[in-house]
């Protein structure tokens, strides 16, 4: 990794998007002091999304030019696959709560991720187990994680929760995915995922 690239990236995200990481918004990462979180996000590459010319795309969880989609981005961490996504009001359920349904949907969409850049294939989802442990609130910055826990054959046990910005994990649970054989991926058009070139960012 290009320590120099990674200084510039730091300082890109620090001056235009305070918001992606709990390090820069005060949550309970910056409150235990250090520069921990603020290096892990350093370490962390952010995926290509290999959709983006593929025609027809227009996933409600990933696409950047979905209208009316959550625009979903995310990182790789070791085995873990992240993202960090600030609610919306529109998508609530009671007043001032996250729908949990949304919150489904990231945890899904964040698998589904696990499986396109590990597995290096596509996937489908078979079952969705999820504990809702503690209210979201349409004000908090989430962080969605994501993990294979287990692989039997050509399904995949995949771990994931979701924590708000004091660190509360408020969801978690299991997502079972099918994964494609690598014909059947192609045949959806896809070819490979990975991470983006580690350079400098525009300022």
């Known amino acids: 990794m290009s320590s120099k690239a ?3 990236e730091f ?5 235009h998007k305070p ?3 709990p390090a820069f918004r005060g949550g309970r990462n910056t409150a235990r002091g250090g520069l921990y979180p603020v290096l892990k996000l350093l370490l962390m ?3 290509k999304n290999p959709w983006l010319h593929q025609e027809g795309y227009d ?3 990933c696409s950047p030019d979905n209208p009316i989609g959550l625009h979903m981005e995310f990182y790789e961490d070791g085995d873990q696959i992240i993202s960090y996504w600030r609610p919306q009001e529109h998508l609530q359920s009671w007043v001032g709560v996250m729908h949990g349904g949304i919150l ?4 899904d969409e964040t698998a589904g991720w696990v499986i396109t850049r590990k597995l290096q294939t596509t996937g489908l989802t078979t079952h969705l187990d999820l504990r809702y442990h503690h209210p979201v609130r349409v004000t908090d ?7 294979i826990r287990e692989q039997k054959r050509s399904m995949v046990f995949i771990d994931v929760q979701i924590e708000n910005a004091d660190g509360t994990v408020c969801v978690e649970g299991t997502a079972t995915y099918y994964a494609c054989s690598r014909e059947q991926a192609q045949e959806m058009g896809f070819t490979h995922c990975e991470l983006e070139d ?5 300022m």
Request: charged letters at 20%; one cysteine or more.
């Open 6 to 8: 990674s200084d510039y």
């Open 19 to 21: 918001q992606v990481h």
């Open 59 to 61: 996933c409600f969880g």
């Open 141 to 147: 910055d989430l962080t969605i994680r994501a993990c």
């Open 45 to 47: 590459r952010k995926i």
């Open 104 to 107: 489904a949907t990231l945890a």
């Open 11 to 15: 300082i890109y995200i620090f001056l």
């Open 198 to 202: 580690e350079q400098l960012l525009p």
